[in-house]
């Protein structure tokens, strides 16, 4: 009986096995034809003798929407906007606190430590 390589439990069915290896064999073929741009239809492996295929312009569609909802979820965990603090940002570049020396000084040191060890790149 063939054993599960991530888990190490019994695969029920010896079938399991290879229709997970016929799978990463289709996907190899898609990237390769996505990589490509060709439009080429790709077959998926066979499941009781149904078949089905799917243009490389349908890949790149679902691999869009893949990249949609991956960034939906990253929008979703960025912390909220801090009105207050937009407000005071706002306030304080209508009224030049920006141009001062001092903030040209602070802003001037954090640069330098930001960039200082890039000479040793």
Known sequence: MAMDKVNGSPLLRQGLLEQSRQQEKVDGQKRARQQSGADVPVETPPR????????????RMMDL?????????????LEEIRADKVALAR????NGYYRTDEVRERVAEGLAGLFGGTNLL
């Open 65 to 77: 929407r893949l990249a949609v909802d991956a960034g939906r979820e990253a929008l979703g965990q």
């Open 91 to 94: 306030e304080r570049l209508h």
């Open 48 to 59: 009781g003798g149904d078949t089905a295929e799917i243009s490389a312009a349908a890949l």
